[in-house]
Each structure stands twice: as C-alpha cells, then as structure tokens.
Nanobody, 118 residues
Framework: QVQLVESGGGLVQPGGSLRLSCAASGFIFRRYAMRWYRQAPGKERELVAG????????NYADSVKGRFTISRDNAKNTVYLQMNSLKPEDTAVYYCNTGWGVPVREYWGQGTQVTVSS
C-alpha cells in the first residue's frame, strides 16, 4: 500500500535550517507530483511547496518563497524540503502528500513536527 514517511523535524532557533525528507513506497514514485503541507495549531492545513513528477517545475507558498526549496530524488523515492531562515511562524506539523485518479485520491504521511523557537 502507499506509504509516506516524513523525517527530519525538530526544534531549531530562528534563522536556522532544517531538511525534511519523505520516503515513499507502494507506488511508482517517479510518475507523480509531490507536495509538502503544514498545519499550525488552530490553523488550517496549507500547501507549502509542490514539485512535478520529474522535478522540472516547483511552486511555493508566498510565505516561504526564497527560504524553502523542494526537491526529489526519483532513484531513492524521496522528496525533500530544505528550510532556511526559519521563523517562529514556520512552526507546524509538516506533511508529505501525493495523489492521483479521478476523483483524486490523496495520500498523506504521519507528519513531522517543526518548532522554531529561541
């Protein structure tokens, strides 16, 4: 079955960096776009970044443009989120996501906590 397993979260000071990873299995990874979402306490889940199947195109939320970079390694079935210049407002649970079909069926990882605090 489809599995998405995030890792790399933790506690970091403002201005610091983290690299999140999402290991995928149970589907043909290289065929599908991948996305990172986040959800802060009391807020709705929001799209942070997306990347196309071959990695040729990416998109970002305005709040993270210039600070976060999404990438993927199709040989390793893994998608990454490099987060630099972290701010307290980046604190959230970060989720890996993919989906396909009509209607689209979405798949989610269990999430990894990122806390930005001094």
């Amino acid at each position: 079955q489809v599995q998405l397993v995030e890792s790399g979260g933790g506690l970091v000071q403002p201005g610091g960096s983290l690299r999140l990873s999402c290991a995928a299995s149970g589907f043909i990874f290289r065929r599908y776009a991948m996305r990172w979402y986040r959800q802060a306490p009391g807020k709705e889940r929001e799209l942070v970044a997306g990347i196309t199947s071959a990695g040729g195109s990416t998109n970002y939320a305005d709040s993270v443009k210039g600070r976060f970079t999404i990438s993927r390694d199709n040989a390793k079935n893994t998608v990454y989120l490099q987060m630099n210049s972290l701010k307290p407002e980046d604190t959230a649970v970060y989720y890996c996501n993919t989906g396909w079909g009509v209607p689209v069926r979405e798949y989610w990882g269990q999430g990894t906590q990122v806390t930005v605090s001094s």
